[in-house]
């Protein structure tokens, strides 16, 4: 075998404290080495043809490069190597710059240890052998979870290009939290006007399978080959039969039995229902908890009065299993609640705000309800206890966010923006109402952002207040705010009709739940990872697997819907070949060897391995050994450490590989 | 039921009859104290605003004491005291690097987990059964505002014991008696503490309008459980006068006082003739006076 070697100075990166010559000098005489040389640059263009013109001059038939850490450059050099006709495994990197010249000093020692490092992939190399890279196949169907504004412009970017999505929605109805808002900043233009064509357009594509009322519980499988099972909850309707009168939701006799939920509690329901009157699909559902049929066994009024005998008070749950190809996970954010929490909850609620006694004393989510046409006030802004118009609001922003005390260190980066346009909204319906912002630091950057607040300010007349309210509390049907001017440093005090909390964006509860069945990271508070966060925002660790939206991180809705729009393409990527390729670092196992104890399914972090069956020629099972899923195993290598019939191999790190190494040290 | 004892510098003084009516009390709920021996000052305010490491010290050493003294559990009537015994007693046992100091300067060794109490703490813990239990009268006509002030229920995180912004144990101690309580808004709020001093004005100001808003919200009488807050609730409505004219005096009264009138003891044995504003308990106006 005839090894080339090439030491790279990395600029002086390397031999500033590494003498790259005398390295290269040194691997001369080194048993199998052919050809060794040092350059400034060997990432660069003449250093990689140098690697090519030494591989064909010299008839090389594997190289070593002394150079940064693999991470950087190993793709780079085994592209060259394949350009010159080595099978790009047979090049092994010597990481010179991390492990060695950055993080020493002296020249001597380090330049010992970098021969020692080469001679070790030396010694590697001269085992290593050829492999080729795995193909497998890819199911081009995309399944996206949660129907809000990311899933659904997700949804149709990759239904558009003409591939097929599958969108889950767990509430009864697509829309998300956008649905809900009544005008979106920093144009003002109302918010269902701009979603609800949306939903419409995912309903009718012939390419998206919408399933609302519906939750993913189980994800298996890999990219480009997941299996996903899907649970259709009971509606108690009869989806193909119903035509959307509604006749049963105002025949039925429960009247305002529930809160509803959409209008964030502000108003009823009846127990069957429609969340809301552009409800994508316009089915409605029947609440089991209130119904007086599940109570009682009586009423059926809804199927009395149904002419397309849609009602179904027999439907079960039912389980859907869908082949996918890559996984969009889009299902948004929460609002804190100011609440009194349980002692070891992670999050702390305000006792200097009531802890949500005050009836008056409302969340953002709550405002955009009342101040939406659609609302349960129609529009008008009357504050919920008694129904008045008030005269003087409070806005409060930063309630929960960026206070470590309350379990949330982050800033909810939306809440600036929205409170501004909350108190331009209250002034353009009463115009002689007193609106007062208390603030920390007002965060308005994105385009057309920070003019907007100002017009808040200097156009509309709403008063900002910098610094925090230490306590609110009910005085003769008035609210006392009482807080601090920090700029005029004096406390102030209000006497609101109306308060209105900017409360901190949360992850759903059960996100981490969802992060663990699909097997994708999250962080402290709930939110998921990113598998890079400047370089890869929109993937998350595991193959195959996009994120979109406030699931993430808190986000507005231009950037959700940007980011659902990435994480589409990248599916679609994925999409643009029939097959996926993957690295052949991956374990196998020696069939002969294995004793079937199944310690290595144990370990196994990604769930690769499997159990096959042995038979004999007669067809008849004598032995169960371990099998590994190629499409599934990232190559960790546990399974290799674990075995104790040492049966387990990973290519390109079998034990001769590594041993011999070791023993070049 | 035994607890240790740890009166503090108000209790032999300013708050001379909130140590008495305390002691008197427990006596006829069956308990009994052990005065810590040769207790000192706990830090407060002079030293903890000024010297981390002395104010530290000087909590520790009375922690020490108990330690030394085989008690285990502490009570510190005064809310600044237990404010002071429980900060540094935290603070010292959580960074190693202090308590290895304090140790030093003190010559002692922390290794007891002592329990330091409040009032409250105590009486929940003595159990709100046995005051009932021992009621000689219902104190029904009495609407109590119960005042919390900022210590004795904070830092919530520290003292683990009620909401630093809502709490309840003091009504329901209040409501043991027979009292009722009423909802008011000033509960935690700040009454000025030792500006009572220096900055007067400032303390007339924050106290009158505690005192203004249990008025508001129907209180005849207002109970606590702090010597500072009471000095300044009671003994400065006199210069609250002289900046409020139309002001009206307002009895401020000791937890333990009010469970001493419920337990049948009348104001002098409970020292609630050392007030400032007289409250004067008439047996015969309440009802269902129980023999």
């Not at chain 1, 920070?450 to 156009?459: K, L, M, N």
Request: glycine share 8%; proline share 4%; charged share 25%.
């Amino acid at each position: 075998m005839k090894i080339g070697v090439f030491i790279c100075h990395c600029g002086e990166n390397i031999s500033r404290t590494v003498d790259c010559p005398r390295v290269a000098h040194f691997c001369e005489g080194l048993p199998g080495v052919e050809y060794s040389i040092d350059y400034k640059y060997m990432c660069s263009d003449p250093g990689q043809k140098m690697i090519k013109d030494a591989i064909h001059e010299h008839k090389l038939d594997a190289i070593v490069v002394g150079s940064c850490s693999p991470n950087m450059h190993e793709r780079t050099f085994r592209n060259a190597a394949v350009s010159a006709g080595i099978n790009p495994f047979l090049v092994e990197i010597a990481n010179l710059r991390e492990h060695c010249s950055w993080v020493h000093d002296d020249v001597e020692a380090a330049t010992e240890k970098a021969i020692e490092l080469v001679r070790m992939a030396i010694e590697k190399v001269k085992r290593d052998k050829p492999l080729t890279k795995i193909k497998v196949p890819v199911t081009k169907r995309v399944l996206v979870i949660g129907g809000g504004i990311a899933g659904i412009q997700a949804a149709l970017d990759v239904a558009n290009a003409g591939y097929e999505v599958v969108l889950v929605e767990r509430e009864p109805s697509i829309g998300g939290h956008m649905s809900q808002l009544s005008e979106t900043f920093p144009t003002l233009d109302c918010s269902q006007c701009i979603l609800t064509p949306r939903m419409v357009e995912v309903y009718q594509h012939p390419k998206i399978k919408l399933l609302t009322y519906s939750e993913v519980v189980k994800v298996e499988g890999f990219i480009g080959n997941f299996k996903a099972t899907i649970k259709k909850k009971a509606r108690h309707i009869n989806e193909d039969l119903c035509s959307g009168c509604g006749l049963c939701i105002t025949k039925c006799p429960t009247k305002k039995k529930a809160y509803n939920s959409f209008e964030e509690d502000l108003a009823f329901r009846p127990a069957i229902y429609v969340p809301f009157p552009q409800a994508v699909p316009n089915i409605p559902v029947i609440d089991e908890t209130v119904c007086m049929y599940y109570k009682n066994g009586k009423c059926g009024m809804c199927v009395k009065v149904c002419d397309r005998e849609a009602i179904d008070f027999e439907q079960k749950d039912t389980m859907l299993v869908a082949d996918i190809g890559a996984i969009i996970v889009a299902t948004g954010y929460k609002l804190y609640n100011i609440d009194k929490k349980t002692f070891d909850s992670k999050y702390k609620g305000y006792g200097e705000y009531g802890y949500g006694k005050y009836r008056d004393v409302i969340d953002g989510l709550q405002f955009e309800r009342i101040a939406s046409a659609s609302g349960p006030t129609a529009g008008e802004i009357k504050r919920p206890s008694d129904g008045k118009e008030p005269k003087k609001i409070v806005f409060i922003q930063c309630v929960g966010s960026r206070d470590p005390s309350k379990g949330i260190s982050y800033c909810s980066k939306i809440c600036c923006m929205y409170t501004a346009k909350h108190a331009m909204l209250y002034k353009h319906k009463v115009h002689d109402g007193e609106a007062y912002v208390f603030y920390m630091d007002i965060r308005a950057g994105g385009k057309m952002y920070d003019e907007f607040v100002r017009r808040a300010i200097e156009e509309d007349q709403v008063k900002y207040i910098r610094g925090r309210v230490s306590r609110i509390y009910e005085e003769n049907g008035k609210y006392i705010v009482k807080g601090e001017d920090t700029i005029a440093g004096v406390p102030v005090e209000i006497d609101a009709d109306l308060v209105v909390l900017a409360t901190a964006m949360i992850p759903h509860d059960n996100a981490p739940t969802l992060a663990q069945t699909i097997g994708i990271p999250y962080d402290r508070h709930g939110f998921f990872n990113e598998a890079h966060p400047k370089l890869r925002p929109v993937e998350s660790t595991t193959a195959g697997v996009f994120l979109a939206g406030a699931c993430q991180s808190p986000k507005d809705i231009p950037e959700s819907v940007s980011m659902a729009s990435a994480a589409a393409s990248k599916a679609m990527i994925l999409f643009a070949s029939d097959t996926l390729e993957r690295e052949p670092v991956v374990a196998k196992v020696n069939e002969d060897l294995c004793a079937g104890c199944f310690y290595c399914k144990k370990v196994c972090p990604f769930g690769a391995i499997e159990v096959k069956d042995i038979t004999d020629v007669n067809g008849i099972v004598y032995k169960e050994v371990a099998y590994i899923n190629q499409g599934v195993c990232q190559g960790c290598g546990t399974c290799t450490a674990t075995c104790l019939s040492k049966s387990i191999e990973l290519a390109g790190f079998n034990n001769e590989e590594i041993f011999a190494e070791i023993a070049a040290l | 039921m035994r607890f240790g004892y740890y009166p503090g510098c108000s209790q032999t003084g300013t708050a001379k009859e909130y140590d008495i009516s305390l002691r008197k009390v427990i006596g006829k709920l069956g308990v009994s104290f052990d005065e810590l021996d040769d207790w000192s000052c706990c830090g407060a305010t002079s030293a903890h605003v000024t010297n981390h490491k002395l104010a530290n010290a000087l909590a520790m050493r009375n922690i020490a004491l108990a330690g030394t003294q085989g008690i285990d559990n502490v009570v510190a009537p005064c809310a600044a005291c237990y404010n002071r015994l429980v900060l540094s007693q935290y603070e010292t046992m959580h960074h190693p690097e202090i308590k290895a100091e304090t140790e030093e300067l003190l010559s002692a060794k922390f290794t007891q987990d002592i329990k330091v109490m409040n009032v409250l703490e105590l009486f929940m813990k003595i159990g709100l059964g046995k005051i009932i239990d021992n009621r000689k009268h219902e104190l029904s006509d009495l609407n109590v505002a119960c005042y919390y002030g900022c210590l004795l229920v904070r830092p919530a995180e520290i003292t683990k014991f009620d909401d630093a912004e809502q709490p309840v144990s003091m009504e329901k101690i209040v409501e043991a008696t027979g009292a009722k309580t009423v909802d008011w808004n000033y509960r935690v709020e700040c009454c000025g503490a030792a500006h009572s001093i220096a900055r007067r004005d400032i303390v007339i100001d924050l106290s009158k309008k505690i005192i203004d808003d249990a008025v508001d919200n129907g209180a005849n009488v207002m109970v606590v459980a702090c010597p500072m807050c009471h000095t300044n609730l009671d003994m400065r409505q006199r210069a609250m006068k002289r900046v409020y004219p139309g002001h009206k005096e307002f009895p401020v009264l000791y937890l333990s006082e009010l469970i001493g009138l419920s337990l049948g003891m009348n104001e002098k044995e409970l020292g609630i003739d050392l007030h400032y504003i007289d409250f004067k308990y008439d047996g015969n106006i309440l009802k269902n006076t129980v023999a």
